[in-house]
C-alpha cells in the first residue's frame, strides 16, 4: 500500500470519525484535557466492545472515546501518556 492511499484511508476514518461524533455525542463545552494510557496493560481484551466488530483492545477502545470527545469538546488538549 502506497503512503497516499494510506493518507487517504486515514483522512476518511478521521472524517467517519467526525460525523458520528457530531450526531452521538453530545457537545462538551470548555475546554477538555483528554489523557489515554498507551502502556501494555491496556493490551487486554475489551469485552465491553461488542458493537465495534472485531475483538479490540481496552488501548483501542479508549483512543476511539478519546478522539471522540476531542471532537466533542469546544478545545480539547489531548496527550497519549505511558504509565
Known amino acids: 500500500m502506497d503512503s497516499r492511499l494510506l ?9 467517519a470519525v467526525q460525523a ?4 452521538n455525542v453530545s457537545a462538551i463545552p470548555g475546554t477538555a484535557i483528554i489523557l ?4 501494555d496493560c491496556m493490551q ?3 469485552t465491553a466492545a461488542r458493537g465495534l466488530g472485531k475483538p479490540k483492545t481496552v ?5 476511539l472515546l478519546g ?3 476531542s471532537y466533542a469538546a469546544e478545545r480539547a488538549w489531548v ?3 505511558k504509565c
Open 36 to 39: 489515554v494510557d498507551v502502556s
Open 20 to 23: 458520528a461524533t457530531k450526531h
Open 7 to 15: 493518507q487517504r484511508y486515514k483522512s476518511a476514518l478521521d472524517k
Open 67 to 69: 478522539v471522540m470527545a
Open 59 to 63: 488501548q483501542e477502545v479508549a483512543l
Open 79 to 81: 496527550r497519549d501518556r
Open 44 to 46: 487486554a481484551p475489551c
